[in-house]
Every structure is written in C-alpha cells, then in structure tokens.
C-alpha cells in the first residue's frame, strides 16, 4: 500500500460532481432553480429571514422618510418591498412541498 486509506464503500453519485452536480441538487422545477440549494435545503428559515429582514429595511425607509432623505427612503423601501417578496415566495415553497415522510 502507498500510505492511501482503502475506500470502503462505492461512490455511486458519479453525476453530482462539479458545481453543476452542486447547484442541480436537490432536484426542483423551473424558476425554484434559482434558488441556492444550500437555501432551498432550509426554505422556511431563509423566507421568515427575508420577511423579517424587509420589515427591518421598510423601518429604515420610513426613518430615512421622516429625516426628508428622499433618496435613501426610497432605496430601504425598494429593498424591503423585494426582501418581502421573496420571503413570501420561500414561504409559498415551503408550503406547498409534500410532507416529509
């Protein structure tokens, strides 16, 4: 032996090598591929952190509206208004995934 472990067990994901391999598991349809499976692993944690991240950005707008700075008002709001959109959106997923056996 040249100082090598022995491999015990078969490899028999030979397809998911590669980042392509990566980002193509757990397998899911259409627009949910653009969905970081690290992230999709655990949807319903990432969507109630994104609903409560825009509701935290929203604040900010509203702050940034009552000091009269217009520019920055409207960036918080746009950014809470598209933190809310995709936490609602991961919600939806979670919820309409089969239940786990």
């Known amino acids: 032996m040249s100082g ?3 491999m ?3 490899n028999d994901n030979a397809a998911r090598k ?3 391999g990566w980002w193509a598991s757990p397998p899911r349809p259409g627009t949910q591929r ?3 499976p690290w992230e999709y692993r655990h949807i319903r944690a990432f969507g109630v952190t994104h ?3 825009g509701f935290v950005a929203a604040t900010a707008g ?3 509206l009552s000091y009269a700075a217009y520019g920055w008002a409207a960036f918080f709001l746009v950014v809470g208004v598209l933190n809310l959109a995709g936490g609602y959106w991961y919600i939806t997923i979670a919820r309409s995934a089969p ?3």
């Open 18 to 20: 590669g980042l392509r």
């Open 51 to 53: 609903i409560a991240g």
């Open 62 to 64: 509203v702050v940034c």
């Open 99 to 101: 239940p786990r056996a």
């Open 34 to 36: 653009l969905i970081n």
């Open 4 to 6: 090598t472990p022995p």
């Open 8 to 10: 015990n067990a078969a």
